[in-house]
């Protein structure tokens, strides 16, 4: 009789337990994956929050520095309207000594003559040395400075600012300035005067004086000039 309880062969494996814990290193890998998914958002929302913060950032920087611009805007806008461009006409000119010489004690009436070398004007143009045409229409505010150097028996010591609308038109007298010195006395007086001018594109300015002779024609002491407003 063959005894069926005994064999070579070794037992089968004992099935492992569910409740066992598993020695397999691999499957254990598979909880990092809800790991990751918090740091992911973590790291997501890190860096929205960055971009957030960078452009509260930019426009608080924006707008500040708007705000630090508004005076200097203005200030801009008031150097406009107060004549301030860079563009705008004007002209400031020095007299010279005209190239006869006018003897004493005669009356030798004329328009002041421009040193052109010494002088300066911008969007203005000058006719025969001694008058200036305006090129651009608008508001100038014109000065005449004439220091005379002597008095006269006869005539008053006087400046005359003279217009005409063209080369060729009627002169007219805009300004009028006066000083006094003794006749035939040695020392100073200065005629001045300014006053706002309405202009047009081809007008033409001038000074006259009644005796070239009794001009004081040291740079600086007689002077003419006109500023667009």
């Not at 958002?41 to 924006?62: E, Q």
């Not at 705008?88 to 006869?100: D, G, H, I």
């Not at 010195?181 to 300014?194: D, I, K, V, Y």
């Amino acid at each position: 009789m063959i005894n069926t309880y005994q064999t070579s062969l070794a037992p089968p494996p004992v099935p492992p337990r569910m409740n066992r814990t598993s020695p397999v290193l691999i499957p254990a890998a598979a909880p990092s994956h809800g790991y990751s998914k918090p740091l992911i958002r973590f790291l997501v929302g890190l860096v929205l929050l960055h971009l957030l913060l960078s452009f509260v950032g930019f426009f608080y920087l924006y707008h500040t520095s708007k705000m630090e611009k508004v005076p200097l805007a203005e200030a801009k806008a008031a150097l406009l309207t107060s004549g301030g461009r860079s563009h705008n006409a004007m002209a400031r000119m020095t007299v010279k000594q005209p190239s006869y010489a006018p003897r004493q004690n005669i009356t030798s009436a004329g328009y002041l003559q421009w040193n052109m070398g010494r002088s300066f004007y911008r969007n203005i143009n000058y006719y025969r040395i001694s008058w200036l045409t305006v090129l651009q229409p608008g508001d100038y505010y014109v000065y005449a400075r004439v220091t005379f150097s002597r008095g006269h028996p006869k005539i008053p010591l006087a400046s005359r600012v003279t217009f005409r609308e063209s080369e060729t038109a009627k002169e007219n007298e805009v300004m009028k300035a006066y000083c006094s010195l003794e006749s035939q006395s040695s020392g100073l007086c200065t005629a001045t005067q300014g006053e706002v001018i309405t202009l047009k594109a081809g007008n033409q300015l001038s000074v006259w004086v009644q005796d070239l002779s009794l001009v004081d024609y040291e740079e600086g002491a007689t002077t003419f000039g006109m500023y667009q407003l």
